[in-house]
């Protein structure tokens, strides 16, 4: 189980944690709910179990989790592998042994929703459509390349399919990568940082002025 992170306020700092503690780490002040001006606020977790998210793109660590197996290594560029989920929450994902169809394993994701909610149309199409496009010999195992025929291709293919059948021009990996992944991907990183810091120290503190800056650039 994740913790769920929230923050409090206290001598003009930002303090992150998993509790609140009966004393401030900073100066030491006791802090019944009486003492803090502000209730202290929960902070969302970037992460969705994409066994529950339909029509999304994915993204998750090769091996281990975000936070748990590979949180220690995790610098914002390790192996990451990428799917895309049905309207079931099985998540379509290409590797070395071609097209996977898993049904679990994806409980802490990433994810960048590929539908809105009205697109009735695409939403009815999308399952027969998924599994047609996986069935194509382009998906072969025989076919994985880890450098340029691997997970992201895969998804980056379909994701153009859908695009064309909605009359919409193609994105390139760069396109998708900055405009639909990487926000995601750095919030995730900053998020996987504060939840390491308080898993050592209890605490992660900042000055309130230097996370306001943080918040402008997510
Ligand atoms: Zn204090």
Known sequence: MENSVIKFH?????????????????????????????????????????????????VKPTKGT??????????????LHVGITNTKGVVYNYNETGVCRDEQGWAQSVSVPLVQPDMYSLINQWDPYLEQF??????????????????????????????????????????????????RTKKASRYITLYQEISENYFYIVDSSQQEDDNSSI
Request: hydrophobic share 30%; charged share 20%.
């Open 10 to 58: 206290h001598c003009e700092k930002d303090i992150y944690c998993f509790f609140v503690p009966e004393q401030c780490p900073v100066c030491g002040e006791s802090l019944s709910s009486r003492r803090l001006q502000e209730a202290p606020v929960s902070i969302p977790s970037p992460f969705v179990n994409g066994q529950k998210i339909k029509c999304s793109f994915l």
């Open 66 to 79: 975000f936070l748990r197996c590979a949180f220690i290594e995790y610098d914002g560029r390790s192996d």
């Open 134 to 183: 996986s069935l194509a010999e382009m998906w072969n195992p025989q076919r994985y390349n880890e450098t340029d025929h691997n997970c992201y291709t895969y998804a980056l293919t379909f994701i153009n399919c859908v695009l064309a059948t909605q009359g919409k021009r193609n994105l390139t990996k760069t396109e998708f990568t900055e405009k639909f992944v990487l926000p």
